[in-house]
């Protein structure tokens, strides 16, 4: 790990500005692949469920990779990792819009690029963000804010960008945002005005071998199930509000056309996606001042996980708006439940090995990923819709309930003794 203890106190300013920029292309760019197949699909003559079928290797790029990205990090320092992260981002996408019409191989490797790099980020950009920030919660809750706009944005910018050129477009032009990015990071790093520090002391925490594996084999659990939710939703919702709210955006549509303005489907359904994630970012950055920091970490995580199973039966048995708002609920809790894993596996991982853990946390909770890929796939092609998987995630959301009683409590009671005690006079 590299430090720098001479960045002074605005290390921890320029450490969240990138950092939460990577959390943004990073989250748009690994996920934008679902809106933009809707017209690949046309474009290609191909059905959009064989095409989205094409991502599953890289959604599983996207967890096992974290554990070598997490390596990675440990051994050069996470500013490096970051600029290798943007450079290959950039590359990958650039490669996808230059793809020849019909190509899946190629195509599908070329989204293996996103898997890889795209794994980078969590093993190196949050423990990064924990490190040099003064509120972990705020600097959690801002980066959350940025990581949810790239949601936000990975229905926003193909969308638009499809509609203005092309589906080629839709990959190549962030392609050379995240290269940008990159060469700024780079330079800032070589100026020696971006760095990294050891994790400080949290009062209150307990660590040590043994809750330090408790705390990873009941996350590890909670994380692979929510894991399956969270792309379930990411991915699934756009062909959800595609049936669903069919009617309405033919009748915007017609509206528009009346006036002379043309818009394709795709548009709509990828404003749709945005606002689950617009909404979710903001709840973030409210929740990590006003909760996070605030209230004990495991009763916040078992309140927000036996939330998400109202969100899921929202998302099987509502209308078109009715699924919006269950699938924004989802995301509001998950952007609850995510920052307090990783505040809890930065107090319980020795720093040196923080790259490692959140590598780790990452091959489990993204690892899971391609069978919610494929449960979309499936569901959808034996009974045209995906009512029955949001059903059955209703019940992995019980589970992640249940298995989240066996975290350790009472930290923030700990903080309290341990303050009360360095203010008692010496005698």
Request: a positive charge; aromatic letters at 8%; one cysteine or more.
């Amino acid at each position: 790990m590299t430090t720098v203890a001479s960045a002074g106190p605005d290390i921890g300013r320029r450490v969240l500005v990138f950092s939460s920029i990577g959390h943004a292309l990073m989250h748009m760019m690994t996920a934008f692949y679902a809106v933009i197949v809707l017209t690949l699909a046309v474009a290609w003559d191909m059905p959009a469920e064989s095409l989205l079928e094409l991502y599953a290797p890289a959604t599983v790029l996207l967890g096992i990779m974290s554990l070598p990205a997490g390596w990675l990090s440990d051994r050069i320092g996470a500013p490096l990792t970051m600029v290798i992260m943007f450079f290959g981002l950039g590359l990958s996408s650039i490669l996808c819009g230059l793809v020849p019409k019909g190509d899946t191989l190629m195509l599908s490797l070329a989204l293996c690029g996103l898997g890889v790099f795209g794994a980078i980020y969590h093993s190196a950009g949050i423990g990064w963000i924990i490190r040099t920030a003064r509120e972990q919660g705020h600097a959690m809750g801002v980066n959350g804010l940025w990581g949810s706009a790239g949601l936000a944005l990975y229905g926003i910018v193909p969308g638009v960008l499809i509609t203005l050129a092309s589906w080629r477009a839709a990959f190549i032009v962030p392609g050379i945002v995240c290269l940008v990015v990159g060469a700024g990071l780079l330079w800032e790093v070589r100026r020696g005005r971006v760095g990294d520090r050891p994790m400080p002391a949290t009062a209150g925490a307990q660590t040590g071998r043994k809750e330090f594996w408790r705390v990873f084999s009941v996350l590890s659990v909670t994380m692979a199930f929510e894991g399956i939710i969270w792309t379930a939703v990411m991915f699934g919702a756009a062909l959800v509000f595609e049936t669903r709210l069919a009617s309405d955006i033919e009748s915007l549509r017609a509206g528009l056309a009346s006036w002379g303005v043309v818009t394709q489907a795709v548009l709509w359904v990828g404003l749709a996606t945005s606002m689950i994630y617009i909404v979710s970012g903001f709840a973030q950055y409210v929740m990590g001042r006003t909760i996070i920091d605030r209230y004990p970490l495991k009763s916040t995580y078992i309140v927000a996980s036996a939330l998400q199973i109202l969100a899921m039966l929202a998302l099987a048995m509502g209308n078109g708006y009715l699924a919006i708002l269950g699938a924004i609920a989802s995301a509001v809790l998950s952007a609850a439940t995510g920052p307090i894993e990783n505040i809890l596996i930065a107090r319980y991982t020795p720093s040196r090995y923080h790259g490692l853990g959140f590598g780790a946390k990452f091959v489990v909770a993204l690892g899971t990923g391609p069978i919610a890929i494929l449960l979309i796939a499936w569901v959808r092609k034996a009974t045209g819709e995906l009512d029955l998987l949001f059903y059955g995630l209703a019940g992995v959301a019980l589970l992640i309930t249940l298995v989240a009683l066996l975290l350790p409590g009472g930290e923030r009671a700990q903080a309290q003794r341990a303050i009360s005690a360095a203010a008692q006079p010496a005698e």
